[in-house]
């Protein structure tokens, strides 16, 4: 029923900027629309949530100020800002969607994309 496919990453310098967008192919109602990230050797971990009912945006401390998330219902897609890059930003970065609201437990995410790369050089 849902399909999440990202695109953007890369490799960027520490400092630098770059923008990841998750293009999602949906048949059904989507509410939360969220961006989670997996360094080697560590646990997944939530990074920014879009809910479309009532447009509220949520984001993990150490990201917040830096990054921006954004949701163009329109197109069904996705996007993560990040500003201020650093070494520690590193990971596969994974688009996830819900039906419910907002969650930062990866278990309570029903959709999942492949990942995009991220790579911070310092």
């Known amino acids: 029923q849902v399909q999440l496919v990202e695109s953007g990453g890369g490799l960027v310098q520490a400092g630098g900027s770059l923008r990841v967008s998750c293009a999602a192919n949906?048949?059904?109602?989507?509410?939360?629309m969220a961006w989670f990230r997996q360094a080697p050797g560590k646990e997944r971990e939530f990074v920014a949530a879009h809910s479309r009912i009532g447009g509220s945006k949520t984001y993990a401390d150490s990201v917040k100020d830096r990054f921006t998330i954004s949701r163009d219902n329109a197109k069904n897609t996705l996007y993560l800002q990040m500003n201020s890059l650093n070494p520690e930003d590193t990971a596969v970065y994974y688009c996830?969607?819900?039906?419910?609201?907002?969650?930062?437990?990866?278990?309570?995410?029903?959709?999942w994309g492949q990942g995009t790369q991220v790579t911070v050089s310092s």
């Open positions: 996830a969607a819900r039906h419910s609201g907002t969650s930062y437990s990866p278990q309570n995410y029903d959709y």
């Open positions: 949906v048949r059904t109602f989507i509410n939360t």
